[in-house]
Every structure is written in structure tokens, then in C-alpha cells.
């Protein structure tokens, strides 16, 4: 069956406290969190702050990996899936 995959982009990073903060950083701040070496309320914080809007999650695992894989395979149109969400895509 004929199949085309058109990928949303992925999320774009927020910032907390001065600094880049994304998915994969609260991910890293939980384990911080359960060895006691940050607070709960820095967690929350960045939580809050890691997704600045719509689209896949920014770390190359699930979705990510699907869009750059069906790109490879040509089963998505060529330079589709590296798209911040919510932007226009880059010009040549």
C-alpha cells in the first residue's frame, strides 16, 4: 500500500533558570531529584518549562527516530522531518 508519512516537527526547547531545557533534561532531573541532588521545586520548574510547543519530543527516540527512518526510506518527502514545529521551513 502506497504510503506517505508527514512528520509535525519536533518541540522546541523552553529555558529555566538561565539555561536550555528540554524533555531529556527533566528526564536527567528526575534521577537528580530521587538521589536528592536537586529539589523538587527546581524538578517542577524545569517540568514547567522543557517544552516551549507542539510537536514531537526533541530527544531522538520514538517519533523522531520514525520520521528520520521513513525519510530514509523515502517514505517521507526529503528535508520534512528536521522541522522545528511550528516554523517554516528553512530555505536552500
Request: proline share 7%; aromatic share 4%; net charge negative.
Amino acid at each position: 500500500m502506497p504510503t506517505v508519512v508527514v512528520g509535525c516537527g519536533y518541540q522546541a526547547c523552553g529555558t529555566f533558570a538561565g539555561r536550555h531545557c528540554d524533555i531529556e533534561d527533566v528526564f536527567l532531573a528526575a534521577g537528580h531529584h530521587a538521589q536528592g541532588r536537586i529539589s523538587l521545586d527546581e524538578l517542577t520548574g524545569m517540568s514547567k518549562n522543557a517544552v516551549a510547543g507542539p510537536g514531537v519530543c526533541a530527544g531522538m527516540g520514538t517519533a523522531n527516530s520514525m520520521h528520520i527512518a521513513c525519510e530514509a526510506l523515502g517514505m517521507a518527502l526529503p528535508g520534512s522531518t528536521p522541522v522545528l514545529a511550528n516554523r517554516d521551513r528553512p530555505g536552500p
